[in-house]
């Protein structure tokens, strides 16, 4: 019930919190704009809409992601409501949980509402109801929870900038550590090989959750692909959740 409570009051802070609204508001704002760049734009206007409110959607996840967790974190040290939770009888991990579960609701929450407005949108100027696009939404959220679990340990060891330059940089490397694998694995040798292998196989790879660019023109995903995906990450994000426990267990608040 600690954790629960911890979670539900996370949740309440997140949705009330400007940049929450913000960001809620510059997202919806640019899935209806992009009706617009597809009259500019001479392929297939639907695969257009259908692209750019996907990547609207992502740089939304990772944006709510990132800075909410950074940003409630820092909030409750700043106005030492934290120092009256942790005398209560809350361990420092029943605290970590609490805020994960909070924001993972928030999180998918927010990709429901964005998912709902674009489908609604999108069938009003294509006539079509994308609803392949949901698949790929729920490995947003995945992508999302990695990110918080980042998120959240960084934030028990750092400042809130680094912690989000942090995060960011744990996100860009991961979408581009396959290509970068492909790339230099062929052509070094030694120490820098192991170092490029390392890199791969410890940070996560975010394009195995990404088939947005598969959906403009194929509209699904594998089933199998969907699914070794989703456990992918969510091992990846319970991962990074354990350590940022361990972390914050370890860190004097000051």
Avoid: C, W
């Amino acid at each position: 019930m600690k954790i629960v409570a911890i979670a539900k009051n996370t949740y309440r802070e997140a949705v009330r919190s400007k940049l929450f609204l913000l960001l809620t508001i510059f997202s919806i704002a640019f899935i209806l704009f992009s009706k617009v760049v597809s009259l500019l734009v001479i392929s297939s206007g639907e695969k257009i809409i259908v692209d750019l409110g996907l990547a609207i959607i992502e740089i939304f996840t990772i944006l709510l992601s990132i800075l909410i967790s950074v940003n409630l974190f820092y909030k409750e040290r700043d106005k030492r409501t934290i120092f009256n939770i942790l005398s209560k009888p809350i361990s420092r991990e029943q605290f970590i949980l609490g805020k994960f579960l909070g924001l993972s609701l928030t999180l998918f929450v927010s990709l429901v509402i964005l998912g709902v407005v674009f489908s609604l949108y999108a069938l009003t100027v294509t006539g079509n109801l994308h609803l392949y696009i949901f698949p790929q939404l729920l490995l947003f959220f995945v992508e999302g929870e990695i990110l918080v679990s980042f998120s959240l340990l960084f934030t028990s060891v750092s400042t809130p900038i680094l912690s989000s330059i942090f995060s960011l940089g744990i996100f860009v490397v991961g979408n581009f550590s396959s290509n970068f694998l492909l790339y230099y694995e062929a052509k070094v040798k030694g120490v820098v090989k192991l170092l490029v292998n390392i890199v791969y196989y410890v940070l996560p790879n975010f394009s195995i959750l990404n088939y947005k660019n598969q959906l403009v023109y194929t509209k699904g995903i594998a089933l199998s692909n969907f699914l070794n995906a989703t456990v992918y990450g969510i091992d990846y994000a319970l991962l990074i959740l354990v350590l940022s426990m361990i972390a914050f267990r370890n860190r004097e608040i000051l």
